[in-house]
């Protein structure tokens, strides 16, 4: 039996059950005549009570779960500043704010392999070079090397 089909057999069922609550309805009120409005009357009143009951338990609930979210967590854990200038240089809020980020943001910061890099990068613009040219600039770039190599170490 598909969805469609076992929700269209429930709302027959429930139609049916209403019709039938409605039938009996309409005999107590014939048989008990004026009697019946203050047995409604408590009826009702016994139903909101009972509903108040437990929307107002509901409503409880859901202040207190909104009022557990709403508090900060209590922290006992103390944080330390990332940056403790120990000289006589000032420094402005946004340089602080650069150095409390860390080595990864530091400007002059040079990754692993940057000479490799750097020599790529220049054989391939070197090849770009007319041909007589060429030459001449490899030894440039291979002069400079040494001498980076001389001030790295």
């Not at 039938?20 to 019946?36: C, S």
């Not at 080595?103 to 041909?131: D, F, G």
Request: proline residues 3%.
């Amino acid at each position: 039996m598909s969805k469609r089909q076992n929700q269209k057999l429930l709302y027959m069922k429930k139609e049916k059950l209403n019709n039938e609550l409605y039938e009996v309805h309409l005999k107590a009120a014939r048989e008990w005549g004026k009697a019946w409005k203050p047995i409604e009357n408590f009826k009702h009143d016994t139903t909101n009570k009972e509903l108040e009951r437990k929307y107002k338990t509901m409503e409880e609930k859901l202040d207190k779960l909104t009022n557990i979210q709403m508090e900060k967590p209590y922290n006992t854990k103390k944080f330390y500043h990332h940056v403790i200038n120990k000289t006589d240089i000032i420094f402005s809020n946004d340089e602080l704010l650069l150095l409390s980020k860390g080595p990864k943001y530091n400007l002059n910061c040079k990754n692993k392999n940057w000479i490799r890099t750097r020599v790529l990068q220049a054989e391939t613009s070197t090849n770009q070079l007319p041909a007589f040219v060429q030459q001449h600039t490899r030894y440039q770039v291979k002069k400079k090397g040494i001498k980076i190599r001389k001030i790295k170490n």
